[in-house]
């Protein structure tokens, strides 16, 4: 089974925004332009709904998903 969230380092990536696709974390930045930027210029023929934007906590943060 493919993993489609990588495992992210919060003490490099702590307070950012990551764009993330298949499986791998392609961009990150300090605002959401910044990134999906980022990002087309990465991976220019791969549509916006591939890409996985999600904003990192600054500290390590449990989400228990039910």
């Known amino acids: 089974m493919k993993k489609d969230i990588p495992v992210i380092d919060v ?5 950012k925004q990551v764009a993330i696709l298949d499986g791998k974390i392609i961009a990150s930045g300090n605002t959401l332009e910044q990134v999906i930027e980022r990002a087309r ?3 220019p023929k791969r549509p ?4 996985k934007v999600l904003a990192v906590p600054k500290t390590l943060t ?3 998903y039910v």
């Open 11 to 15: 003490k490099k990536y702590g307070g």
């Open 41 to 43: 210029k990465i991976a």
């Open 48 to 51: 916006l709904v591939d890409i």
């Open 62 to 64: 449990v989400i228990y």
